[in-house]
């Protein structure tokens, strides 16, 4: 008989194992092409009000690349860990490393072509249909599913890079091993090192130390900077606990000297099984936390998005009115909108004053004045200045904007003359609806306005803020409203004002429907992008587990077979293999919930805190009772077939012994 034949009749009686690897490596493929069709989107990314979303999808494109980057090299590691042996044999029948070297290419150039058409097509497939699935939830209908060259050029690439290079290495390391060695492979026990339960303390510490650093730097516009820094900590804070932490659990467990002698079959094999699936552990720790975290941000930002308008919008329609521009009488302006049954409510007009000027960049600066008597009118206030003071008035809905600019006072060129005001009060308030010059104002009193309008050539207009019965019913009149301006300011002469910023940008309407619909749609584009990743997460993970559990299942029968040997019964057994699947499915779990949370906890402080936003919590255990409920599922599956496996196993092999 050839080598050859002798190569092909052991790759038919284990094709267990070839499936196996061809499965591992055809999911790798999905997950990254799935991937590449939101991240390469055409429609997606470029959409206006979704310019962030390739920001957004950075830190979870990351990940799941480092997660391909280990379900790689780990598949192949256990496939070659499996084939050593066989390397040996063929050794001693004289098979040349050459010849070896030829059979492992071979091998897995066939696996490497074979997962990337079957993961591409399973990929292509279920996007397709996560595409219309989710899309359709949401409601928006201007994405479509796309395919294009470069989704499947970037898939190819990097799973051929990242599938060679764990071919290389294992190349070297099988063809560096003698012909016993290979032999023995199965059979040679990992090398454990010694835990240290102070250590697992010290990670312990690194991880709450990171969080509370987290808690306090995460709030303005900059807290986002940190929070690399700190996650980078929290995790190599976790990779300690998860090494070392079991032997101070261990530690703590043996003053009670009954309970620990009870379970000690279970806490050495699970303290010795933690050491070697340190890394496992790791990442699924850290995607179920990414997973959890984004899924409640994001769908806490979509259920609040009509929230977000109204503090955004505080007016439903604001519109800036000139002699010439936007110019349309009242009661057309409520005929537009009652023709549709929205009625106007509340109708307030403000009289402001604009000067424009240039600075050494070629950067037009507004500057926008308001009488003391409107601004006390609309804000329901009683100030009183001097002819030489001002109110800066800054037009945002945050109490720490990032910086303000006058507050040591202002200088109005005037001639060869100056105009200096001194800043009575800074107020930072959302007031108004955001438009082009409104953003920060000068209140100063009605006199002093007289005598500015006197001296600087500016911009007098009025600023129309309007409420509605019913605002998200306003789409068709501000359409309507858009038109009749339109129509009116196409026949009026340019306004002559110098340094003017453009008149499309001055006097556009601002609304509430509007903003509303915008956020929904971004956040709603969001919303599917992370659902999309979070299933990506959630079934990569499990395999994960699985494949651990299930790649040394030969090993676990072994062990039982001892265990009978020495009296433990069945019953015994299957409690002692119910605790340590459950154990090995359900820590991670527990710890990648337990972070997400109390990152959740420390980011909201960047919006008032949970106590401000109690309905995040909600979100939160929206997300992760939905995860748990599915965790457990897929627990309860992998506990009943590893049962059904080993019982299949054992009856197997003590029908043997018997003949």
């Known amino acids: 008989m050839t080598f050859n034949k002798i190569v092909w009749k052991m790759a038919k009686h284990h094709y267990k194992k070839y499936i196996f690897y ?36 950075s830190i979870p494109g990351v990940a799941l690349i480092i997660f391909t ?21 063929f050794m001693t029948l004289g098979m040349t490393r050459r010849e070896i070297s030829k059979l492992i290419v071979l091998e897995n150039s066939i696996i490497a072509l074979i997962s990337l058409i079957i993961g591409v097509l399973i990929g292509a497939t279920l996007s397709r249909f996560f595409f219309w699935l989710l899309l359709k939830f949401v409601g928006i209908q201007e994405i ?36 016993i060695t290979n032999l023995k492979n199965e059979k040679i026990t990992e090398n454990v090192s010694d835990k240290h339960a102070r250590l697992g303390g010290i990670g312990l510490l690194i991880v709450v130390g990171s969080i509370i650093g987290l808690y306090f730097t995460y709030t303005g516009q900059r807290g ?49 099984k933690y050491k070697r699936l340190t890394s496992v552990m790791m990442l699924v720790t850290v995607m179920i936390m990414v997973t959890l975290l984004y899924s409640t941000i994001i769908l806490f930002t979509y259920i609040t998005t009509e929230r977000e308008a109204i503090e955004e919008t505080p007016f439903d329609v604001a519109f800036i009115q000139t002699d010439s521009t936007n110019n349309v009488g009242i009661d057309a302006l409520n005929a537009i909108f009652e023709q549709n049954g929205n009625r106007v409510q509340r109708h307030v007009s403000v009289p402001i004053y604009s000067y424009f000027q240039k600075d050494y960049y070629e950067v037009v600066h507004a500057y926008t004045f308001m009488s003391l008597d409107a601004f006390n009118e609309l804000t329901s206030s009683q100030f009183e200045l001097k002819n030489n003071e001002f109110i800066y ?49 000068f209140v100063i009193n009605d006199t002093e306005l007289s005598r500015l309008k006197r ?8 600023v129309h803020l309007i409420n509605l019965e019913d605002w998200q019913d306003s789409k068709t009149g501000v359409e309507k409203l858009k038109q009749t301006f339109e129509s009116f300011n196409i026949s009026m002469p340019a306004i002559n004002v110098e340094h003017i910023v453009p008149e499309d940008e001055l006097f556009q309407i601002s609304s509430r429907i509007e ?73 991670p779990t527990l710890l990648g919930t337990t972070l997400a949370l109390l990152y959740i906890l420390a980011m909201a402080t960047d919006i008032g805190g949970v106590i401000a936003n109690p309905e995040i919590i909600l979100h939160f255990l929206i997300v992760g009772g939905s995860y748990f409920v599915i965790q457990f599922a897929f627990l309860f599956y992998a506990r009943k077939k590893m049962y059904r496996l080993l019982s299949t196993k054992l009856a197997h092999s003590i029908d043997k012994a018997n003949i």
């Open 144 to 179: 479509l599913f796309q395919l294009h060259a470069k989704m499947f050029l970037y898939t190819v690439i990097v799973f051929l890079v990242m599938f060679f290079v764990a071919v290389g290495q294992s190349l070297y390391l099988t063809l560096k091993r003698n012909i």
């Open 393 to 441: 008035f800054l037009n945002e809905n945050t109490e720490t904007p990032d910086s303000i600019a006058y507050d040591q006072g202002l200088r109005i060129p005037s001639g060869s003359d100056e105009i200096v005001y001194d800043v009575k009060e800074v107020i930072v308030e959302k007031r108004l609806n955001t438009l082009s010059n409104l953003s920060e104002i």
């Open 515 to 587: 903003g509303y619909e915008m956020n929904k749609n971004s956040n709603g584009i969001l919303f599917f992008v992370t659902i999309f990743l979070s299933v990506l997460f959630f079934i990569g993970s499990f395999f994960l587990l699985y494949i651990q559990l299930f790649s040394e299942v030969d090993k676990e029968l072994e062990r039982i077979r001892k265990l009978y040997r020495i009296g433990i019964t069945s019953k015994e057994i299957k409690r002692i293999i119910s605790q340590e699947i459950t154990t090995i499915f359900m820590i």
């Open 455 to 462: 001296s600087i050539d500016g911009l007098a207009a009025v």
């Open 224 to 272: 986002g900077n940190f929070l690399l820094l700190w996650s980078l900590a929290t995790f190599i804070g976790l990779y300690i606990v998860l090494y070392h932490f079991t032997s101070l659990l261990i530690e703590l467990i043996k003053k009670n000297k009954g309970y620990y002698y009870r379970r000690l079959l279970y806490l050495t094999n699970i303290n010795y």
């Open 69 to 89: 980057i280990f379900f790689i090299s780990y598949a192949h590691h256990i496939f070659m860990k499996k084939r050593r042996s066989e390397f040996g044999l």
């Open 22 to 57: 061809l499965v591992c490596n055809s999911l790798a493929v999905t997950f990254f092409f799935m991937f590449t069709t939101v991240y390469l989107n055409k429609q997606l990314v470029e959409m206006e009000q979704s310019e962030g979303i390739q920001y957004v999808l």
